[in-house]
């Protein structure tokens, strides 16, 4: 295992904007009332102004605050690993980078946004904040950045996985934030992002000291995770590459993919590949279409592949991949071929993270799983070819929260679906 490192004064000092860089502009929100484009004054009860702006903004670079810096350097830059012990295995000619997100205080690529959004909340004099949250890695990435800014959260996590995973609830409260399963409502539904984002907007709708903030999905989350693929470019210079030959990440609402793979976008030899599950395949069975982020319809409509809002997936253990819809931004590239997607079923996933942690000895969590289940396809295929093939993936987040997930996949009760 070879790594790669920058010092914390070479952290990205602004995010990368990739909408200047779409083959085609991005479509607008519209208004779930009106069905026009949506407008600062829509979605200031929402957001902080700041967000709105690089929601809608065209300029290719925006400047990350200092005091988002200050926090960032707590654990970037994050390392670039080779996973030479991996390629081994797999007797591939490929050589397969990752970049370790989970090395950040949640354990996931989510803490990037949650920092930005709660200082942009904070200086805009918000002192508390409503969220959702599905396997718990966004809650409790928002839970720290709070705790960081003195702000109040107040978390819906999806059923399925409140069940599942009561160590993040616990992560959550450590943090100070109210953590409660969703749908409120519906004590036997095993809820959905959709339903618990209808929970944390109707939570906060009417509160003038309450924001929402959103984990996925929308251009200025995306945006702040652009800090992982700035990295992983001067990381793989370090390395001797040029550039990698296919980006691969997991795709839920698309937050860890369009970290590492939007600042590839502009260099046309890269290939680009979202990974999803089958039990939740909205960029490979899904249409493109305007629809709703959440299931009550109160969201703005968003031009995006998407199964239907009503959509509720199976309670899989990669609960962060169970949305109905996807990034705008993402589905964008999809629809113009930019980047290509594949949907694995469960049991293929957890056969490739098990694979991982024997070779590499990190425990991925569900969702970073089906990065890797596709990194290893794409090096099992340069092996058949017998092409070198530089493929790099994003290892988003750990597993230790999730072992029983892998309790029932080593003991045979895990669904394949």
Known sequence: MSRWTLSPDQIPSAWFNVAPHLPTPPQPPLHPGTREPVGPDDLAPLFPMACIGQEVSAMPWIDIPGEVLDILRLWRPTPLVRATRLEQALGTPARIYFKDESVSPSGSHKTNTAVA????NKQEGITRLSTETGAGQWGTALSFACSQFDLDLKVYMVRASYQQKPYRKIAMETWGAEVVPSPVDEPDHPGSLGSAIS?????????????????????????????IGLEAKEQLELAGERLPDVVVASCGGGSNLGGIAFPFVPDETVRLLAVEPTSCPTLTQGRFDYDFGDVAGMTPLMPMYTLGHDFVPPSIHAGGLRYHGDSPLVSALVRDERMEAIA????KVFEAAVQFARTEGKIPAPETAHAIRGAIDEALAAKETGEERVVLFNFSGHGFLDLAAYDDYTHGRLEQG
């Open 117 to 120: 959004q709660a200082f942009y």
């Open 199 to 227: 929970d944390a907007v109707r939570d906060c709708v009417g509160r003038e000291d309450t924001h929402y903030s959103l984990g996925s999905v929308l251009n200025h989350v995306l945006l702040h995770q652009t800090v």
């Open 344 to 347: 694995y079923p469960q049991g």
